[in-house]
Every structure is written in C-alpha cells, then in structure tokens.
C-alpha cells in the first residue's frame, strides 16, 4: 500500500484570470472541470495564454469538484483550473492504466469526502494521503491489461447500442420526412396529464414509484428507490390509468424523454414526468416514442421549455408539440422495424451486463 503523492506527482489545478481566456486557439486548451471531459480526451472550448497551473500530455485528470472523481488523460499540455487536479506517474514504481483504475475504484470514497455547502468538493490533502495498492509492476501491468479488456468489451456494447439508436432514427426520418399531415399532442392522445403532485405515503417495499432518473434513458426502469402500497396505487391510479402502450415523459431537469409501457408491471410516478394516453387508432404508440425523439420534436421542446434555475415542460406545451402522422399501416411497420432493432439491443445489453459485473468483481478483487 502507498499514498498516492508517493507515487505520483499531484498537481491541483488554479483557475488563470478571465481576460486571459479566449476561443482563438491561442496559448494552452484551458479545462475547469468534468463539462469538459470528452469520452477519450478532454473537449477544448476555451484556451488560455496565461496558464497559472499546467497539466503535461499524458497527465490523468481527475475533477475534484461538481462532479467528484471523474477521470481524464491529457492528450497535450493544458491549462487547468480549480475544478481538476491532475497527476504524472512516476513509471518507475507504478502504471499509469493501473493508476487510472485505482482512483476510478476510490471514486465513491473520495465523493464520501467532499466537503461544502453549493459545491461538494476535495482538498489536495485527499488526494495526497489515498490509499493505493502497490503490486510489484508485472502485476499492475497484468490487472491493468485484464481491466483494459473488460473495459474494451463494455465500450464496444455501448457503442453499438449508440449505433442502434441512430438506425431508428435514420429510419424515421427516411420513412417521414415528407409527411404533410402534422398533428398536435393534443390531437392525437386522449389524456395528457403527470403524476401526482402531493408526495404520497411511502412503504418499505411494495409498487414501485417511479422519479424522472427511472426514464432518462428513454425506457422505463424499475429500479425504484420508493414503494406505495396496493391502497394508495389504487387511488392514485385513478389520474393516471396506466396501460401497455401509454407513455410517458420527463418534464423537469432531464426533459424530453419518452418511455412506452410494455408491460403489465405496476407502477405510478412523481409529477415530473408527463402522462400521455395515446389514441391507438390514429397513432402507434412506439412510433410517437420516436417521433418524441426526433430532432424536430426535441427542437420544440427545447424552445417550449421555462424557467433558468430548474426548467421545465408544462402540459400545456407538450400539448402544442406537433409530429408528423402518417397513414397507422406506414406507423405499424416503422414500429416492427423498431421492435426488431430492440431484439438485437436486448442481446447486446445482455452481454454489457456481464461484462460489467466481471469488471465490478475484479475492481473489488484488486482494490478492496
């Protein structure tokens, strides 16, 4: 076991004065925080000439502000604020890659140790006193390469499962593009409501209530944090007769995600996501799902949105959005099209889950 400041050269970041920001390419790419952070490296908005703390091409980054413990490699020299902290290995005693995955399993921790009122966040004396395993170096190389592996299988589901989306949304515009007869929300569902707006009373376990994080990514997951009981389901399901093939949409924070019921399972929700009852002879309702999700659709939500601190979708403007509906035939085989699409997601996701609980089993093996 080691600190890591023994084995690394750990280098807290310092926010350069404003006027010497610009987005001319001139000085060093300047990033404050994980907004920053690209999926391999660093997305440069801003640069800087006047850098006061400097990250070297290869540094890991690592946010220790909003959010805690995101990671990041430096592909060049940068300029890096207060938000960042980054770290040179010192190759003689440790492996970078095997460094990368030690703090990415002691990110719950160092979140534990967040401190503040408007922005949890971690002093350089956490970083330096974190507790590092220290195999001899034939051994981080190997765990490091056995990670690399399962990592590398997880990434290419994900990317797929991105491919995927794209097809169906290709589709949809290939399939709709020239459809003149638009309709609103409102023209085509027979309800247009949200969930409850008083908290109910709340119970160990039983019907799952679901919250707008159980939806964003544009399926329903059940995996509730609240329950109700049978009595107050069978109240509150009153304003909201959930069926197969209603949908449903988040309205605040993360809005404009749609989610169709496919099953059976109960469930009821929070006033933050919509309630739409779709009129099944005149729309399908996993072609509105996609319909909700094209470009045009998020464009309106975007410009329907209000608020600035928390914005949000009122009713009254979902009922406005129009979508373009084409003959039920047009929509049934667009809706086949998609379900078939679903198969093959459903087998990929069946191997991301695998692949993510054997790299859980080997962050615990290796790191405790």
């Known amino acids: 076991m080691a600190k890591l400041s023994e084995i690394c050269t750990i280098n807290m970041g310092q926010s350069p004065e404003s006027t010497t920001y610009n987005e001319n390419g001139e000085g060093l790419p300047f990033f404050q925080g994980k907004a920053d952070f690209g999926k391999i490296h660093p997305n440069v908005r801003v640069w800087c000439n006047a850098p006061k703390k400097i990250a070297h091409k290869n540094d890991i980054l690592i946010s220790v502000r909003a959010p805690i ?13 207060r938000g960042l902290a980054s770290l040179s290995v010192n190759n003689s005693v440790s492996v970078a890659e095997y460094i990368w995955y030690a703090l990415e399993s002691k990110v719950d921790y160092l979140i534990s140790m967040g401190t503040g009122s408007t ?9 330096f006193d974190l507790d590092i395993p220290l195999p001899p ?23 797929i499962l991105e491919k ?12 709709f593009y020239n459809t003149d007869d638009k309709r609103t929300i409102a023209d085509i569902c027979s309800i247009i409501t949200d969930g409850t707006h008083q908290p109910p009373k709340f119970t160990q376990d039983g019907i799952p209530f679901l919250f707008v994080s159980n939806i964003v990514t544009n399926e329903i997951t059940y995996n509730a944090e609240k329950f109700i ?12 007769p959930i069926e197969i093939g209603d949908i449903v949409l988040s309205t605040v924070g993360s809005y404009g995600h749609p989610a169709v019921v496919k099953t059976n399972k109960k469930f009821l929700f929070q006033r933050h996501i919509a309630y739409l009852k779709p009129i099944s002879s005149v729309v399908n309702s996993i072609y509105l799902h996609s319909a909700i999700l094209s470009n045009d659709a998020q464009r309106q939500i975007e410009e329907r949105v209000k608020g600035i601190a928390q914005k949000t979708l009122n009713l009254s403007e979902i009922r406005k959005i129009t979508v373009p509906i084409p003959p039920l035939a047009l929509q049934e085989q667009f809706a086949a099209f998609v379900e078939q699409t679903d198969k093959s997601k459903l087998a990929v996701k069946q191997v991301l889950e695998k692949a993510e609980t054997l790299k859980k089993a080997l962050m615990q093996e290796y790191f405790g």
Do not use: H, P, W
């Open 69 to 81: 413990g995101a990671l990041n490699v430096a592909d060049s020299d940068c300029c890096i604020g």
């Open 164 to 175: 995927l989306d794209l097809l169906v949304k290709s589709r949809f515009v290939e399939m």
């Open 119 to 127: 922005f949890k966040a971690i002093g350089k004396n956490i970083l």
């Open 229 to 240: 009981s049978e009595e107050t389901y069978d109240e509150l399901y009153k304003r909201t």
């Open 137 to 159: 170096l034939e051994i981080q190389y190997q765990i490091a390469d056995n990670l690399d592996k399962v990592t590398q299988t997880i990434n290419l589901c994900n990317a």
